[in-house]
């Protein structure tokens, strides 16, 4: 413990004596190559040292161990340097008033390093002192450039040069600024510890159009060739201003096709394509393809391009049209309508281009033709004449289609100008024929005799046969009737026919007598007078009424086959 006492006091005073050996120089400082740099230093040691033959110091480079064989760059005592700084230093402060200035002509680059100062007052009182200078050797001018430069916000751009050389002065100006919008220049010297730089300061406020221009910074020394340049490429920081997509376009159904989207920007965008509101496709990238495939109509519409970079967002869109040919055309159901009512058909169909509509019945053309996606076909006071096949026909460049209904057409019983009684060989034959829809009952009665026929009995032949709309009866009597006072045979029959729509009768006119006479006399000529009386008579009421005789013919053979069978 008493070792300890008289040891402590003892580290106290060599504590308070290493305290007094302080050195003052720049941390930093700097210069160009090829020109000088003076390096200020103060040094101070213990007062109560007395230098031994004088003060002198040295200079070493890199580390301050004089046993690791440092470069020396200066020594007072001798002139014995390392290579590199041979009639290169000079000690400009007096050290006898602890003044260590040094002056370094000529450097390089390779002069760039710490730089340690070593007192010697004689004796063991050498001190080497832990600060040092570290010295930057620049070949070109510093240049201050933001991190992030944004479009039309205003920018400074500050170039610096050290001015540490007391034998040059640098002038500092700027290059390639011709272009640039009101450029401001602004010098400046900054001064602190002894050390001293020299700055430009470049203001204007940029445009995307100046993204990747360059500017340059040239510092000179006059009445020397020393030239510096520094030189840089400004990257401007901006929201999208262009979005290029596809110009609007058609395309055919079941194709495919590619959209794409070009966008100028720094940096660059997320670019999203949307159709509608709906998101397709998302990447960071300056442009974009979409690809669509196996179009469909479902497809056709708007698409979005959207860049942004979060400096801003811009979008363009563009209308992609899908061809095909029409749909299947909707149109009502079949339809039965009752004589007189109205009713409207109608037709949709689409296609792209709008298809044109056209309406026909049993293949003529009705109505007029629509370029529309619907038509109405009108048909008011319908008649009988309008039953039939009515079809819709959509037509555009890319094809056609079609559909079709039936339009039936009930109506009541009307009876035809064929109904008549006739006297036959055997009698008196009555038809009866009546057009209606549903298609007409068809019976006789005979007033003389109270009798309603529409069977066959054992005097009375009844028949009856329908073909579409039309319904014919015929009854054949065996008795010729009563004559008249004209000496015709005079035969009351009636027609009555109805349906669910009406009904009416009528009174069956006979033919005149004569008529039966010769059909008599022509029966007793024999087969073949007969058939040629016939044709003779067809013809001669053929030339009266065509359509009689057709009729007429048609029931004689529908008559013939009833009495071979009967």
Same mark, same amino acid.
């Given at each position: 413990?008493?070792?300890?006492?008289?040891?402590?006091?003892?580290?106290?005073?060599?504590?308070?004596?290493?305290?007094?050996?302080?050195?003052?120089?720049?941390?930093?400082?700097?210069?160009?190559? @090829?020109?000088?740099?003076?390096?200020?230093?103060?040094?101070?040691?213990?007062?109560?040292?007395?230098?031994?033959?004088?003060?002198?110091?040295?200079?070493?480079?890199?580390?301050?161990?004089?046993?690791?064989?440092?470069?020396?760059?200066?020594?007072?005592?001798?002139?014995?340097?390392?290579?590199?700084?041979?009639?290169?230093?000079?000690?400009?402060?007096?050290?006898?008033?602890?003044?260590?200035?040094?002056?370094?002509?000529?450097?390089?680059?390779?002069?760039?390093?710490?730089?340690?100062?070593?007192?010697?007052?004689?004796?063991?009182?050498?001190?080497?002192?832990?600060?040092?200078?570290?010295?930057?050797?620049?070949?070109?001018?510093?240049?201050?450039?933001?991190?992030?430069?944004?479009?039309?916000?205003?920018?400074?751009?500050?170039?610096?040069?050290?001015?540490?050389?007391?034998?040059?002065?640098?002038?500092?100006?700027?290059?390639?600024?011709?272009?640039?919008?009101?450029?401001?220049?602004?010098?400046?010297?900054?001064?602190?510890?002894?050390?001293?730089?020299?700055?430009?300061?470049?203001?204007?406020?940029?445009?995307?159009?100046?993204?990747?221009?360059?500017?340059?910074?040239?510092?000179?020394?006059?009445?020397?060739?020393? #030239?510096?340049?520094?030189?840089?490429?400004?990257?401007?920081?901006?929201?999208?201003?262009?979005?290029?997509?596809?110009?609007?376009?058609?395309?055919?159904?079941?194709?495919?096709?590619?959209?794409?989207?070009?966008?100028?920007?720094?940096?660059?965008?997320?670019?999203?394509?949307?159709?509608?509101?709906?998101?397709?496709?998302?990447?960071?990238?300056?442009?974009?393809?979409?690809?669509?495939?196996?179009?469909?109509?479902?497809?056709?519409?708007?698409?979005?391009?959207?860049?942004?970079?979060?400096?801003?967002?811009?979008?363009?869109?563009?209308?992609?049209?899908? @061809?095909?040919?029409?749909?299947?055309?909707?149109?009502?159901?079949?339809?039965?309508?009752?004589?007189?009512?109205?009713?409207?058909?109608?037709?949709?169909?689409?296609?792209?281009?709008?298809?044109?509509?056209?309406?026909?019945? @049993?293949?003529?053309?009705?109505?007029?033709?629509?370029?529309?996606?619907?038509? #109405?076909?009108?048909?008011?006071?319908?008649?009988?004449?309008?039953?039939?096949?009515?079809?819709?026909?959509?037509?555009?460049?890319?094809?056609?289609?079609?559909?079709?209904?039936?339009?039936? #057409?009930?109506?009541?019983?009307?009876?035809?100008?064929?109904?008549?009684?006739?006297?036959?060989?055997?009698?008196?034959?009555?038809?009866?024929?009546?057009?209606?829809?549903?298609?007409?009952?068809?019976?006789?009665?005979?007033?003389?005799?109270?009798?309603?026929?529409?069977?066959?009995?054992?005097?009375?032949?009844?028949?009856?046969?329908?073909?579409?709309?039309?319904?014919?009866?015929?009854?054949?009597?065996?008795?010729?009737?009563?004559?008249?006072? @004209?000496?015709?045979?005079?035969?009351? #029959?009636?027609?009555?026919?109805?349906?669910?729509?009406?009904?009416?009768?009528?009174?069956?006119?006979?033919?005149?007598?004569?008529?039966?006479?010769?059909?008599?006399?022509?029966?007793?000529?024999?087969?073949?007078?007969?058939?040629?009386?016939?044709?003779?008579?067809?013809?001669?009421?053929?030339?009266?009424?065509?359509?009689?005789?057709?009729?007429?013919?048609?029931?004689?053979?529908?008559?013939?086959?009833?009495?071979?069978?009967?």
């Amino acid at each position: 413990m008493k070792g300890l006492e008289l040891l402590l006091p003892l580290l106290l005073f060599l504590k308070d004596v290493s305290a007094q050996w302080n050195v003052w120089m720049p941390r930093d400082i700097s210069a160009m190559t @090829n020109s000088c740099v003076v390096i200020p230093c103060s040094f101070t040691y213990p007062s109560g040292i007395r230098p031994y033959r004088g003060v002198h110091g040295i200079w070493y480079f890199g580390h301050p161990y004089p046993q690791l064989f440092p470069p020396v760059v200066f020594k007072s005592r001798t002139d014995i340097v390392h290579e590199s700084y041979k009639g290169r230093t000079r000690l400009l402060g007096d050290l006898t008033h602890k003044n260590c200035t040094l002056l370094i002509n000529n450097i390089g680059t390779e002069h760039s390093g710490r730089y340690y100062f070593r007192a010697d007052l004689g004796g063991a009182n050498i001190y080497t002192f832990p600060d040092f200078t570290n010295l930057q050797v620049l070949d070109q001018p510093n240049i201050d450039v933001p991190e992030e430069i944004v479009s039309d916000l205003s920018l400074d751009l500050t170039c610096y040069v050290p001015d540490n050389c007391p034998d040059f002065s640098p002038e500092i100006h700027w290059m390639y600024t011709d272009y640039l919008p009101d450029p401001i220049f602004t010098p400046d010297t900054v001064e602190e510890s002894n050390t001293a730089v020299l700055s430009s300061t470049l203001t204007f406020t940029p445009k995307p159009i100046h993204n990747g221009q360059v500017l340059g910074c040239r510092v000179q020394y006059p009445n020397t060739t020393f #030239v510096y340049e520094r030189l840089i490429s400004l990257d401007i920081k901006y929201g999208p201003r262009t979005v290029w997509v596809n110009v609007s376009q058609e395309v055919m159904e079941g194709s495919s096709v590619v959209l794409h989207c070009d966008v100028d920007s720094n940096p660059v965008p997320v670019i999203t394509w949307y159709f509608g509101d709906k998101e397709l496709l998302s990447e960071t990238a300056s442009n974009s393809s979409l690809s669509l495939d196996n179009l469909t109509p479902e497809k056709e519409g708007v698409y979005t391009c959207v860049g942004d970079n979060g400096f801003g967002s811009m979008n363009t869109s563009m209308y992609l049209a899908i @061809n095909y040919p029409p749909r299947e055309p909707w149109i009502n159901e079949s339809l039965t309508v009752l004589e007189g009512s109205s009713v409207a058909l109608q037709c949709i169909s689409k296609g792209n281009p709008m298809p044109t509509l056209t309406w026909l019945k @049993n293949g003529e053309l009705v109505g007029t033709i629509t370029a529309e996606e619907g038509s #109405v076909l009108e048909l008011h006071e319908i008649t009988p004449q309008a039953d039939g096949v009515y079809r819709c026909l959509a037509e555009n460049e890319h094809g056609r289609a079609s559909s079709s209904l039936n339009i039936t #057409v009930e109506f009541a019983p009307v009876l035809l100008d064929d109904s008549k009684c006739t006297i036959v060989r055997e009698g008196v034959q009555c038809v009866c024929i009546a057009s209606g829809n549903p298609e007409p009952a068809i019976e006789f009665f005979l007033p003389d005799l109270n009798i309603t026929i529409n069977n066959s009995n054992n005097r009375f032949n009844y028949y009856t046969h329908s073909d579409g709309y039309t319904s014919t009866g015929i009854i054949k009597l065996q008795d010729k009737g009563e004559r008249g006072n @004209n000496g015709d045979t005079a035969v009351h #029959v009636h027609c009555s026919i109805s349906n669910m729509y009406g009904s009416e009768t009528i009174r069956l006119e006979l033919q005149q007598e004569k008529k039966y006479m010769m059909a008599v006399i022509v029966g007793t000529i024999g087969g073949v007078a007969v058939i040629a009386f016939i044709i003779a008579a067809v013809r001669y009421v053929g030339q009266n009424n065509k359509k009689e005789t057709t009729v007429i013919t048609n029931l004689w053979a529908q008559w013939q086959a009833w009495r071979d069978k009967s």
